[in-house]
């Protein structure tokens, strides 16, 4: 059985512990990989490296840190490491080959492409006065924490390395213990192009015992992390007493508002997606379909035969080209979302479609995969647990409104304020509406279609500060101004 291993100083390491935990795969509940259970003593020692790589590697022309990015991106797109990446986050996490080829493997190396670009284009604001000259002048935070999750485990892992290097900060990286295999890759790729040793650290493990260690350290400066809201806050309690800058993007329980003159097959097609993508493994999922009255039945049945067409019956063999709907990522998310289908129908919700499980689901050498079919539920109050609290699976609850305005009320109800989208063909009312919405991101007539220059984050439990283009140029540095005399 294939052992990962820790990246601390250029160097494949195996854990101070000694003990490594198993890693299954999520489509068969058969045993993938072993990653390290990794310390407080291997976190020093990454923090160590990072130490002793800063001066250098932040003294580098911003060119020539971008060459490395530049070189990076060159390396991910040969074939035979897009097919490794591939492959292992379908057996991490479960995602179909085919959405990874398509979303993930391209976001991923744009990050790179991205921000070498930008590193190089950016000009540095001027001030003059009747007797001084002054600038603006960004430095290198120092060692940052990168703590990414299991739902893009490539994709956000290289959304916060890219910036944090090119900026000239030095990294100690903790990916999530139920996805780690691509960032286990990434860091044989960064070892191959030779990027400088300690720049890039990766340690492997559980949060309590390895990411808190990170975030509590005296010499990490920032922490850069995207997972739950318990967690973040957590985080933000350890780090935020330090003075240690933070940019938490957390969870979310969004709304997908749909009035009665819409473009109607296209709202459709992009509210399934809103819900159903990434088995509804996503923290901007539209997993709250509000529907205006007049449409509501046509639109829900409209709904189901388009989700069971292109969803339900694509639910598969993550490594099928085929599938478009894989497993949930592990046996304690599986056990949760199970638990949502049955609070679901105590809580008076009507399953519409779906709410299959398990061998219900799939069957063979897949029986004893995580599935949870493509759920919708209606008849739920809007207040209730469901429509409240983050499912993180592929259940979407439907509720009805009249007005515009309690559209706006149910949206923003809850807790968090992540992401929302709406759907209308009144170009002032989708305006209108996307401004009241208490959302970090709102798309129109469209699901998750970002440029990756837009900032990304949201309002109340959904996280603090903003990531993507400038924002994390901004993030990743420290700002001075410095003035002359004349």
């Not at 020692?45 to 800063?54: G, K, S």
């Not at 492959?87 to 790179?112: L, T, V, Y």
């Not at 609850?397 to 992401?419: M, S």
Request: aromatic share 10%; hydrophobic share 40%; net charge neutral.
């Amino acid at each position: 059985m294939e052992k990962l291993s820790n990246y601390i100083n250029g160097r494949f390491v195996a854990p101070s512990t000694g003990k490594y935990i198993e890693n299954f795969n999520p489509a068969t509940d058969k045993l993938n990989n072993l990653i390290p259970d990794s310390d407080s003593r291997d976190v020093e020692a990454a923090i160590q490296a990072a130490r002793a790589a800063l001066p250098e590697w932040s003294k580098l022309h911003f060119k020539e840190r971008a060459v490395y990015l530049d070189r990076i991106a060159a390396e991910m797109r040969k074939e035979s490491n897009m097919n490794a990446f591939c492959r292992a986050e379908a057996n991490d996490m479960g995602k179909p080959m085919a959405m990874f080829s398509m979303f993930d493997m391209n976001g991923a190396i744009d990050q790179f492409e991205s921000y070498s670009r930008m590193i190089q284009s950016m000009t540095t604001p001027y001030y003059q006065m009747s007797d001084a000259v002054a600038f603006e002048h960004r430095n290198a935070v120092g060692i940052v924490g990168l703590i990414t999750p299991w739902n893009f485990p490539l994709m956000l892992f290289c959304t916060k390395i890219a910036p944090a290097i090119v900026c000239g900060n030095v990294c100690v990286c903790k990916p999530s213990e139920l996805s780690p295999t691509t960032a286990y890759l990434m860091t044989k790729l960064l070892d191959k192009v030779g990027l400088p040793r300690g720049v890039v650290n990766v340690v492997h493990g559980y949060g309590a015992s390895a990411g808190e260690p990170i975030v509590s350290h005296p010499l990490v400066r920032a922490i850069s992390f995207t997972g739950g809201s318990m967690t973040g806050m957590r985080i933000s309690g350890i780090a935020a007493p330090k003075l240690k800058k933070l940019q938490l993007e957390l969870g979310g329980k969004n709304a997908c508002i749909v009035f009665d003159d819409c473009y109607f097959e296209e709202t459709v097609a992009g509210a399934a997606m809103a819900a159903f993508f990434n088995t509804g493994q996503v923290c901007c999922s539209g997993s709250r379909l509000l529907v205006q009255r007049g449409i509501a039945d046509k639109f829900v049945e409209s709904l189901k035969r388009f989700v069971m067409e292109n969803y339900t019956k694509k639910i598969g063999d993550p490594l099928d080209s085929n599938t478009m709907l894989g497993p949930l990522v592990s046996r304690g998310h599986f056990q949760k979302v199970k638990s949502y289908l049955e609070l679901a129908k105590r809580e008076g919700g009507r399953f519409v479609m779906g709410g299959k499980h398990g061998s219900e689901v799939m069957g063979g050498r897949f029986r004893e995969g995580y599935w949870v079919e493509p759920t919708i539920v209606m008849g739920l109050d809007d207040k209730c647990r469901c429509a409240m609290e983050e499912i993180f699976g592929p259940v979407v609850t439907v509720h009805v409104f009249d007005t515009e305005e309690e559209a706006l009320r149910i949206a923003n109800q809850v807790d968090y304020g992540l992401a929302a989208s709406v759907w209308s063909s009144d170009a002032r009312r989708g305006q209108r509406v996307a401004r009241e919405l208490e959302a970090g991101s709102v798309w129109i007539n469209c699901y998750i279609y970002q440029d990756g220059r837009m900032p990304f984050g949201g309002f109340k439990n959904s996280g603090v500060q903003r990531e993507n283009g400038r924002h994390s140029i901004d993030f990743f540095t420290e700002m001075k101004s410095i003035t002359s005399k004349l």
